[in-house]
């Protein structure tokens, strides 16, 4: 009996993601699973892809919008499994079910096996026992130094968060550009991920003596990660965290963290209705608003890596040992190209049938 992959968005740009897996259980009983549920990256209402109908369940990556933003569409009656960290993220009227953040769950009659990703808090890949095994890495990141990635088992098919491209920066680079960018004489905004790099970056902040940063209340705290464990938390972050203190939000500190990332709500949107007092540092994903501040050299952008270098894809498909590899969240218009740094295993289709 075939399995069927139906990249329904994500496919050759970045874009909101959701993955269609349909395929049967040991009974031979239809199952269809949903990989993510992603919104409009740009704000809009409309995220691009329609809920599939007949769903038995919709499994969550992370708890970033473009990955989350669809589940308002959801039906009460479709079960959703995500991790306890991301399950605070999502809307009241789903029925929720716990996915283990490094672990195994039967899930529809599918083996499920979850595992950090590097990306954010309480954030996994997902691997389901079919076909060979199928990997959805969800957005991964191997230079984390706040989120541990964890080996997955090996899967013919990887359908590979690829967001930067073909992209070989590293972060240590990064750290330094970030450095560059920083005003002495206006704050520093960076809108970021509340659950993502907002606290990795303070963290870091604080090792390099920078110690003025403060964090939006509804971001990640030091105080949150003390008793994580060390598949959530990177030991030497948590241990360095026990020695700050939370502190207070303030709209003049030196550095400013604070979400939402793309600057449309929560601190980050207000405090940019004031643009001309920050010197604002955009370090992920630029909506069009922050494109036309940074082509008119009225905010920064430095990026600061969350999603995989191009060494670290390649690093991914040899452990996976895949036969089959779909790039997701980038464009895939040169497959050559993509071939020659990754390898034959890439195909750059939305439909796979294993
Ligand atoms: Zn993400």
Request: with cysteine.
């Amino acid at each position: 009996m075939k399995t069927n992959v139906s990249i329904l968005s994500g496919f050759n740009r970045k874009a909101a993601a959701a993955i269609l897996v349909s395929t049967y259980d040991h009974n031979h009983q239809p199952v269809r699973l949903l990989l993510d549920a992603g919104g409009n990256l740009e704000g809009f209402d409309d995220k691009g892809w329609k809920i599939p109908t007949d769903l038995d369940a919709v499994l969550i990556s992370h708890d970033h919008h473009d990955h989350i933003g669809g589940l308002k569409d959801l039906p009460q009656s479709v079960p959703v499994f995500a991790t306890e960290q991301v399950q605070a993220y999502l809307p009241k009227h789903l029925d929720l079910r716990v996915l283990p953040h490094s672990g195994q769950i039967c899930v529809a009659g599918i083996t499920v096996t979850t595992g950090g990703a590097g990306h954010s808090y309480g954030g996994v890949w997902i691997h389901l026992k079919v076909a060979d095994g199928i990997f959805y890495s969800g957005d991964f990141c191997a230079e984390s130094e706040l989120f541990p990635f964890e080996q997955p088992p090996p899967a013919k098919t990887a359908l590979l968060d690829a967001s930067y491209g073909l992209y070989d920066r590293f972060q240590t680079q990064a750290k330094q550009d970030i450095l560059n960018a920083l005003s002495n004489d206006k704050p520093n905004l960076m809108p970021v991920p509340q659950s993502g790099r907002a606290l990795e970056m303070a963290l870091w902040f604080d090792s390099q003596n920078l110690y003025g940063w403060v964090l939006g209340s509804d971001c990640l705290q030091p105080s949150d990660i003390l008793q994580a464990s060390d598949t959530l938390i990177c030991s030497a972050r948590s241990h360095q965290a026990k020695m700050i203190c939370d502190r207070d939000f303030r709209d003049d500190a030196h550095i400013i963290l604070c979400g939402d990332p793309e600057g449309f709500s929560g601190d980050a949107g207000r405090l940019l209705q004031q643009t001309e007092r920050y010197n604002v540092i955009y370090t992920g994903h630029l909506p069009a608003h922050a494109r036309s501040a940074v082509a008119n050299n009225t905010a920064h952008f430095v990026r600061w890596n969350v999603h995989p270098t191009t060494t670290h894809l390649a690093l991914l498909i040899e452990q996976l040992q895949c036969e089959q590899c779909v790039p997701l969240f980038c464009p895939l218009d040169e497959v050559s190209l993509w071939r020659q740094s990754l390898g034959n295993c890439i195909l750059a289709t939305p439909q796979l049938e294993l």
